[in-house]
C-alpha cells in the first residue's frame, strides 16, 4: 500500500475530500449562525436593560371586591407580606392594600386588607401592582402642603415637588430624593415622613426619559452615568432656595445616579449623608444575575457589556455614549466613597442582588451602615416593615 493509497474500508479519495470539505463548511456556517446570534441576544439584551419601559400594563387580576377586603389573583407580587397599592381604571384609579389574610392556593386566589380606595371604583377586573403604596403627590397621598416647581436640567425644564416640614423645619437642610429606572415620583414618599419630622425640606426631581421630561439625545438610559447631571441639576436648584447641606435618597437606578453624582460633582461637598434602598452597586452585577434569570449563556452577558462600552457596538444597542459598566463598580471603587451612608436591602431582592451591597459594607465598614431585610422584593423594604424602616432613616437623618 502506498502512501496515497486510501485505507482499508475508506471511501475513495475525491469522497473523502468532499466530505471533509462539506463538515468544514457546515461548520463554519455553524460557527457563524452562532456567532450572530450571540450578538443579536447581546444586543437585544443590551438595548432592553437601556430602554426606558414606556408601557405599564394591568399585571393583577381583581377577583372580588369588598368593604373590607379585596381577592385578587396570585402573582409573586401579590402574596408578599406589606402594604401596597392598584392603579385601577387604566391608571386613573386607586387603591390602597394591607396585608395578606388568606390565600387560596386551589383557586389561585389571595385576600389581602382594603386600606382605602383612593380614587375610582373598585371592581372585579385588572389592574397594576403599585409597590409604592402612594398613588399620587405628597399633598394627595400623605397630605403635606407640595410645591410643583421646575428647574433648569441640562435638557431644558425639569418637573419636580418640593415639600417643606411643617413649621419651617431647618431651612438650609435639603434632601433630595431620587427614584428608580422606570419608577415614578411616588416612590419616594415612603421617606418623606421620617426626614419631614427631623427639619429637612423635600425635593423629588425627575430625570432624563422619565415620562413627561425631555429625553436624552439616544433616548436610552446611561444607568447614571448621563443621569447624575439632571440630580446636580437639582442641588443647584436647591441651593439657590437656600440649601445649604444636602441628604441625597436613591432606589435602585436611583442609588446609582447618586452615586455618580458624588464622584463626578462639586456639589458633592454639600452633601453630609445618604440613604439609598436597593441600590444599583455594581451594573455588571445586576446584568450578569438578569443574564442568568434568562438564562442566557455566559458569553452572551459579556458581549451585551462590551457593546454597551465599545464604540462598535454603539449602533446596535443605540446610545451615542459609551456605558461603561465599570464605572459602577463601587464594590471595586469602595475606597474612593467619602460619605455616610444608610444602606438598606433586602435578601430576597429578586432585581437588584444584595451581593455587592453587603461587600461594600464589608469593605468601608467605617462609612456604610447596612440594614438587611428578607422577604421583600425589590425596594419593598419600607412595605413589609414600615415602623423599621422610618426608624432607621428617622435616626440617620437626625443630629
Known amino acids: 500500500m502506498t502512501p496515497e493509497s486510501p485505507a482499508p474500508g475508506s471511501p475513495p479519495r475525491s469522497r473523502t475530500r468532499r466530505a471533509a470539505t462539506a463538515g468544514a463548511a457546515v461548520g463554519v456556517t455553524t460557527a457563524v449562525a452562532s456567532g450572530a446570534g450571540s450578538l443579536a441576544a447581546a444586543a437585544y439584551f443590551a438595548r432592553r436593560v437601556l430602554t426606558p419601559d414606556r408601557q405599564r400594563p394591568d399585571d393583577v387580576v381583581v377577583r372580588a371586591a369588598g368593604s373590607r377586603t379585596v381577592t385578587l389573583g396570585i402573582t409573586p407580587e401579590t402574596v408578599v407580606p406589606g402594604r401596597y397599592g ?111 419630622d427631623e427639619g429637612w425640606t423635600c425635593l423629588v426631581p425627575t430625570y432624563r426619559n422619565d415620562e413627561g421630561v425631555p429625553e436624552g439625545a439616544d433616548g436610552r438610559y446611561a444607568l447614571g452615568l448621563s443621569e447624575w447631571r439632571d440630580v446636580e441639576a437639582a442641588v443647584v436648584d436647591a441651593v439657590a432656595r437656600g440649601a445649604t447641606e444636602v ?24 452633601v453630609s449623608r445618604v440613604v439609598l434602598d436597593g441600590p444599583v452597586i455594581d451594573w455588571g452585577d445586576v446584568l450578569a444575575h438578569h443574564a442568568r434569570q434568562h438564562r442566557l449563556p455566559r458569553h452572551v452577558g459579556s458581549l451585551a457589556r462590551s457593546m454597551m462600552r465599545q464604540r462598535w457596538g454603539h449602533r446596535l444597542v443605540g446610545v451615542h455614549e459609551g456605558v461603561d459598566l465599570a464605572q459602577t463598580d463601587w464594590v471595586h471603587r469602595a475606597d474612593e466613597l467619602r460619605h455616610p451612608v444608610l444602606l438598606v436591602h433586602s435578601a430576597d431582592d429578586e432585581f437588584v442582588p444584595a ?18 431585610w428578607h422577604v421583600a422584593r425589590h425596594c419593598k423594604e419600607w412595605n413589609t416593615e414600615p415602623e423599621r424602616w422610618e426608624s432607621l432613616v428617622r435616626e440617620f437623618a437626625s443630629g
Open 86 to 196: 392598584l392603579w385601577i381604571e387604566d391608571g386613573w384609579g386607586h387603591v390602597r392594600v394591607g396585608d395578606v389574610v388568606g390565600v387560596d392556593a386551589a383557586a389561585g386566589t389571595v385576600e389581602r386588607e382594603l386600606v382605602a380606595v383612593d380614587r375610582g371604583y373598585l371592581a372585579p377586573g385588572s389592574a397594576r401592582w403599585n409597590p409604592y403604596f402612594h398613588g399620587g403627590p405628597p399633598d394627595v397621598s400623605i397630605g403635606v402642603p407640595t410645591e410643583h416647581v421646575t428647574y433648569e436640567g441640562e435638557l431644558g425644564d425639569m418637573p419636580a415637588w418640593v415639600v417643606r416640614p411643617p413649621g419651617g423645619g431647618d431651612p438650609g437642610r435639603w434632601a433630595v430624593l431620587v427614584h428608580g429606572r422606570g419608577a415614578r415620583r411616588e416612590e419616594t414618599i415612603r421617606m418623606m415622613t421620617p426626614l419631614l
Open 247 to 270: 441628604l441625597l435618597g436613591g432606589w435602585s437606578m436611583g442609588g446609582a445616579i447618586v452615586l455618580q453624582m458624588l464622584d463626578r460633582s462639586p456639589l458633592a461637598r454639600l
Open 355 to 372: 451581593g455587592p451591597s453587603r461587600a461594600l459594607a464589608a469593605a468601608r465598614p467605617d462609612l456604610v451602615r447596612f440594614e438587611e
